[in-house]
């Protein structure tokens, strides 16, 4: 499993040598990889769709994110699909790692974006998109031991609305995205979906506010609500600030400082997120 995932961060790395993207949108409009596979922030699914494919064209990406904090660690691996500036399909494994013990929670999530609505740049309104993240859990152990209602699988869903200012502060453009999502998942559905205290969906908002300083540089912060559904432990809302390179429209690398507050009654989880995408066409 080391030497896969060893191969796949290279592959990521020779991407911009081997590829050719599609480019028919403005350089890092699409945003990064979120941890659920979805483009946007490292925390939330904007409205923007993965890789640059114009409305008469289609791309493919792939990722690669690590989130290390105090007790526990997060890799990330997937790809996602763009048809016609339209349909984004994405696909995403997620490896939780409790560093003490060793123990392993794998995760699958399956997402589904449609654009109902505008252009992030062009139009007067918001770019408008509505999406499902479908998640299997892999390793239902834990979730069944902390109190989870549903330990095998659960779908969430979200509207999303973003707009980009050509300008707008100081002569920088300024992007801004609002998410709400219906959920029920408990630390992101690796601790199972639902528990003792709440085992119903809850409306949630995410947001994300980024300057990009220079054409290829971006400078933001999220902020992710997240449900409190069992009574072992409190779950807290997530929040970084990051910092993303595109040096250009094949690849892009972020990084951020992550506060995912209290997990699994471990308090003050903080650490480093890294992630690089690759644009295939």
Known sequence: MRKWKKSWALGLLLLPDLCQAADGKLLATPGVSQVEGSAGGGLVPWAMLAGYASRDEVSASAFATRVSVDDY??????????????????AAHQNFTLKQSGDEIRQNVYGLKVRLYGDVVYSTWPQLSLGLQHKRL???????????????????????????????????NLLWNVTLRSSRSNQLGLLGYGGDEESSRELLGEASLAVLLHRQWALGYEYRMKPDNLGFAEEDDWSDFFIAYFPSKSFNVTAAYADLGSIAGEDDQKGLYLSMTGYLW
Do not use: C, M
């Open 73 to 90: 660690r997060l890799e990330v691996w997937g790809a996602a699909f763009n048809w016609q500036d339209r349909v984004e399909l994405s």
């Open 138 to 172: 892999k390793d239902p152990a834990i979730a069944e031991a902390v109190g989870a209602d549903r330990t095998d699988h659960d779908t969430e869903f979200y509207l999303a609305a973003s707009k980009l200012h050509l300008g707008a502060l100081a002569g920088y």
